[in-house]
């Protein structure tokens, strides 16, 4: 069975950059066809989906946080990794990654049918 894991700092100061590793097992993340997505989850926002890298190497970002996200990826140590630039308490959040069949249109939880257990990330003042 799939698994993912995140992994990264759970304190960031603001204007910092949050960089953040999904280390996944148990499948390739250059399988065809499927999508390698970073999402978040705050109180008053619900989730958010960041973006994806799929099984190709292409990347696509959600359009509110575009300029300030970068997604990559390594395939040797079947990882892939975000990067949040500029942070602010704002971006305070649970972070997740999570895999799914399709290129993700909707925010919704029922697209993914794999998820890492998420990480706090905490953006102080």
């Known amino acids: 069975q799939v698994q993912l894991q995140e992994s990264g700092p759970g304190l960031v100061k603001p204007s910092q950059t949050v960089s953040l590793t999904c280390t996944v097992s148990g499948g390739s993340i250059t399988t065809t066809s499927y999508y390698w997505s970073w999402l978040r989850q705050s109180p008053g926002k619900g989730l958010e989906w960041m973006g994806a890298?799929?099984?190709?190497?292409?990347?696509y970002y959600g359009p509110s946080l575009k300029s300030r996200t970068s997604i990559s990826r390594d395939t040797s140590s079947n990882q892939f990794t975000l990067q949040l630039r500029s942070v602010t308490p704002e971006d305070t959040a649970v972070y997740y990654c999570?895999?799914?069949?399709?290129?993700?249109?909707?925010?919704?939880?029922?697209?993914?049918?794999?998820w890492g257990q998420g990480t706090q990330v905490t953006v102080s003042s």
């Open positions: 999570a895999r799914s069949d399709h290129l993700p249109y909707q925010n919704y939880w029922r697209e993914y049918d794999y």
């Open positions: 890298i799929a099984y190709d190497g292409s990347i």
